[in-house]
Structures are given as structure tokens and as C-alpha cells.
């Protein structure tokens, strides 16, 4: 008989874990508090990438993330390109960070990612509005890294996920799990319950409140607390005469393209001032920053207008790392929660389809079991600083 199992979120994590499922022959329910892409998958930078994830079982995930995103849209009817396979240019200027990005190129070629040095003639031929960084600095090109299209991702997972037969609830929140040694029931914020065998929570920053009513500690940041490990902004900006197709890592802002020639900017080092209860105005001192730095990076952007700000708010696991796995003894409530989910989205969908509908877990996903996070607070978990450099998403 199928299995039949709910997941609870849809997102990038939950549509990719709830088609995954359907099409591995689980009979699938998605519930969605809100409408589907609007939590964390709605503010992303959105770079598909394994460049300086550690530790090297965390890197081989995002790897497999990069190489079945490649696969997906390879293999796809869709009409749209939700993957640009542009690559991502990045150098620093200070000495010791120019010493640092060295030293993790080197290291991500010896895991066999490709890492090449950018000859700056051609790079001024094909992006002639960059000011080029001093001659003493090298710049890198990681040409398999990607860019996606958050938006089209999701239109894509959703018409996959009810192709597929997923049955798809929005705002159905999920009020209350209770876990029984014969299946689970789900409370549903419009009074009706669902009852089946497995219940996936798919919620992101919002895990550690749902599995706290089926009595689940889960360390995770908090989200909504302003600073830069739980938050980011994100500077959308108006059409800009500016050939950028590549993703631009610099040391003082990170630049995307963002469809119609609009780009998207993201200035790490004034994280620490994000708070999702007090979005920025486009003119005030964090928009004037972020224009600022356009400037110094680019020519031809004195026209270009910043149209909105938008406080992301990260789904982080205390440690920075994917909690994957089974929450509860009786193995009835899975949980996914994880940081870089655009990039992990299509492989986690299935890995963990094939975790819950084969019982054999996945290699990949041995190193990530919720259980490190269980009972603890995120407090007892130190920040890891490792994970906040420009590279870091
Ligand atoms: C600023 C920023 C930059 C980023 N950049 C990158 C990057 O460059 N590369 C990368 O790979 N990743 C990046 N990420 C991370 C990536 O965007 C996230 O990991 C991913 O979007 C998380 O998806 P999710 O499906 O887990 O969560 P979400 O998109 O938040 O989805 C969870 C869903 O659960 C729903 N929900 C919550 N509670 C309930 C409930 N009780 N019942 C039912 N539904 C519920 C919510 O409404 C929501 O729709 C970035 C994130 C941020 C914030």
C-alpha cells in the first residue's frame, strides 16, 4: 500500500521533498501556511554553488545540490530556464583575504572543483562597465557555479509536485503534530486534521516551533533577532545599463543579475544592522551604502535606482549545517531544515524520498542527522564565523 505523508512547508525544500516523494510513489500532501515561495524562498541571493562549505561531507552535498540542479533543468519540458550556468567571478583586496580566497581555491581544486585564474583583458572585453580590482590582485572564475531564478524554480517544482499527484493545501499552517505509534495527526489552523503514516516538516526558519508541539527541542537560530547570522539584506535594484551575467563576489559587495538588467546587491559586512522588523527605506544610510559600493565596482550605474530592500530571514540550524532525518523514536516526524537550500533543494529532494521510502540512508546524508541539534539551545552552539565571508551562502 503507498505510504501516505505529509510534508509541511512549501518552499524550495518542501515542493522539491514533496515531488521527490509523489514520484517515488508516496501518496503526498503539501500544507502550506501561507501561499507556496513565500517564506525564506522569496528573499534569497540565490547563487548555486560549494564554495567553501565545510566540512567536506557538508561540500559533497552542495555538490550533488550543483549537479542535480544541472540534471533537472537538463532534463526538464519546461519552457523556462530557472538555472543560468554563468559562473560566479570573486577576488578580495586586503592582503590577508587576497592570502585567504588563495588558499580556499587551492583547496577546492584538490577536491576537484574547478577554479580558474581570469585573464583580465578578456574579462574588461565582456564586461566593459567593471573597474577592474589593482593589477596585484588575482580574480578567480568558478565557471560550474550557477545562478537561479527563485520565482521560476518554485513554478517549476509546483506544477511538477500536482503533475506528480501531491495534493496542494495554502494557508493550511499545521498547528499541532501529534505522533501515535500507529501514524500521526496533523492540526490544521482551519480546524480539520490529517491523519497518515509520516509527517515531513519542510517549514525552514520556522522548524524549531513546529517540532516543539510534538515535544522536539531543535536548535535553530533565531531568525526573527536581528544580526547577521539569521538575517541579510538584499538590495533590488532598476534596470541598469550594465552587462553583468556572471554572479560578481567583490570584498565590498556581491552583485547578480536579476532578470531585464536589474541586479541584485548584497553587502555582508552591514548584516549586523538587519532587522526584519525594521526594513530599510531605499534612500535611507543602508540603500546609500549599498549604491555607494555599486559605484565603486561598476561604471554606468550613477542612473540606476534602488527600488526595494528586503531583510532575508536565514532557516539555520545552530551549527550552520542541514538537520536531515527522523526527529522522534517511533520514526513518524522527519525534519528538513537547512541553510543554502537553493543550492541543496534537488538533491535533498531525494535523498530524502529515498531515505523515508527505502529505510537505507543515504551516504550522503550520514553526517546529518537531527539528533546533534535535539535538546539542546542554540546558545550552546558557537557561531560559525567560518560560514560569514563574502563567499558564504
Ligand atoms: C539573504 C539570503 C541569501 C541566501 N542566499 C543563498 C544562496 O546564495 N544560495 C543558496 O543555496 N541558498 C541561499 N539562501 C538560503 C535559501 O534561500 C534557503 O535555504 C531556502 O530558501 C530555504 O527554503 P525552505 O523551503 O527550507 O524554507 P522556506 O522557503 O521558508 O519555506 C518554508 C515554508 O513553510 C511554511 N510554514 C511555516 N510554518 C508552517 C506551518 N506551521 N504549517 C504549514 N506551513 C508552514 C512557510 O509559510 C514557508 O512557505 C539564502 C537565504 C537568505 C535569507
Not at 486534521?193 to 535553530?220: H, K, N, Q, Y
Not at 549604491?291 to 540606476?304: E, I, K, P, W
Request: glycine share 8%; net charge negative; proline share 5%.
Amino acid at each position: 500500500m503507498k505510504q501516505k505523508i505529509a510534508v509541511i512547508g512549501a518552499g524550495v525544500i518542501g515542493l522539491s521533498v514533496a515531488r521527490n516523494l509523489a514520484l517515488q510513489g508516496a501518496s503526498v500532501t503539501l500544507l502550506e501556511a501561507a501561499t507556496v515561495g513565500s517564506g525564506t524562498s522569496a528573499t534569497s541571493y540565490a547563487w548555486v554553488n560549494s564554495n567553501g562549505k565545510s566540512p567536506d561531507a557538508y561540500h559533497a552535498l552542495n555538490v550533488a545540490g550543483m549537479n542535480a540542479h544541472r540534471l533537472l533543468q537538463q532534463q526538464s519540458q519546461s519552457q523556462i530556464r530557472w538555472l543560468d550556468e554563468c559562473g560566479t567571478l570573486e577576488w578580495a583586496a586586503e592582503p590577508s583575504e587576497v592570502a585567504r580566497l588563495q588558499k580556499r581555491v587551492e583547496s577546492l581544486i584538490a577536491k576537484g572543483y574547478a577554479a580558474i585564474p581570469v585573464e583580465r583583458k578578456a574579462l574588461a572585453q565582456s564586461l566593459p562597465e567593471l573597474i577592474l580590482p589593482a593589477e596585484s590582485v588575482p580574480i578567480w572564475s568558478f565557471p560550474d557555479e550557477s545562478l537561479l531564478c527563485p520565482a521560476l524554480f518554485v513554478a517549476f517544482l509546483r506544477s511538477e509536485a500536482i503533475q506528480n499527484g501531491v495534493t496542494l493545501l495554502e494557508h493550511q499552517r499545521v498547528t499541532e503534530i501529534d505522533e501515535q505509534a500507529s501514524g500521526v495527526r496533523l492540526q490544521l489552523s482551519n480546524g480539520s486534521c490529517w491523519e497518515g503514516d509520516i509527517a515531513v516538516s519542510a517549514v525552514g526558519r520556522w522548524s524549531a516551533s513546529l517540532l516543539a508541539t510534538v515535544g522536539v527541542e531543535l536548535a535553530m537560530v533565531d531568525a526573527d533577532q536581528p544580526g547577521h547570522i539569521g538575517c541579510s539584506f538584499l538590495g533590488h535594484t532598476s534596470p541598469a545599463q550594465i552587462q553583468l551575467r556572471a554572479n560578481l563576489i567583490t570584498p565590498d559587495i556581491n552583485i547578480r543579475p536579476d532578470g531585464g538588467g536589474r541586479l541584485l546587491l548584497q553587502v555582508l559586512d552591514i548584516d549586523h544592522q538587519a532587522d526584519p522588523k525594521h526594513v530599510p527605506a531605499v534612500d535611507g544610510p543602508v540603500g546609500r551604502e549599498m549604491m555607494a559600493r555599486l559605484a565603486q565596482v561598476m561604471r554606468n550605474s550613477a542612473g540606476v535606482q534602488l527600488e526595494q530592500i528586503v531583510v532575508g530571514q536565514r532557516s539555520r540550524p545552530a551549527d550552520g549545517l542541514p538537520a536531515v532525518g527522523y526527529v522522534t523514536d517511533r520514526k513518524r516526524v522527519y525534519v528538513v531544515a537547512t541553510h543554502s537550500g537553493m543550492t541543496l533543494a534537488p538533491a535533498l529532494g531525494n535523498l530524502v524520498a529515498e531515505d523515508i521510502l527505502t529505510g537505507s540512508r543515504p551516504a550522503l546524508l550520514a553526517e546529518f542527522s537531527p539528533e546533534r541539534l535535539i535538546g539542546r539551545k542554540a546558545s550552546e552552539f558557537q557561531e560559525i564565523e567560518t560560514h560569514h565571508f563574502p563567499a558564504a551562502q
